[in-house]
């Protein structure tokens, strides 16, 4: 739900809130209309990955790549500062920041 805040609308309904002067009677309305707007996106969603069943498997597979191409990348400059520790002829100064590369964690999927 986009309002995580915000009661189902058969449960909010259900409580008949005591509205005692138009501020509350303002916010009753807000909460309503957003509980609205929630169940309508849930709607849409329902109807667009019926009509769409592959764009979920397609975003997957998105993902799933680019998490294996920063997965690549981060253990190519981790090779590239290894090879450069090693390297008497390096020209990395003391400070470059290329030198963090070596602490990269290669292993996990984190992003």
Do not use: G, Y
Not at 25 to 37: K, M
Not at 41 to 52: P, S, V
Not at 64 to 78: K, M, S, T, Y
């Amino acid at each position: 739900m986009n309002f995580p805040d915000v009661e189902s609308l058969e449960r909010r309904s259900s409580s008949r809130a005591c509205l005692v002067d138009d501020e509350d009677r303002h916010r009753h309305r807000q909460v309503q209309r957003r509980i609205a707007i929630a169940e309508h996106d849930e709607q849409l969603m329902h109807q667009w990955r019926a009509q769409f069943p592959n764009a979920v498997d397609n975003i997957d597979a998105f993902f799933d790549d680019l998490r294996a191409q920063r997965r690549f990348n981060r253990r190519h400059r981790r090779a590239v500062a290894e090879f450069e520790l090693k390297n008497p002829n390096t020209t990395w100064t003391e400070n470059d920041r290329r030198w963090d590369d070596i602490w990269t964690e290669t292993t996990s999927d984190d992003e």
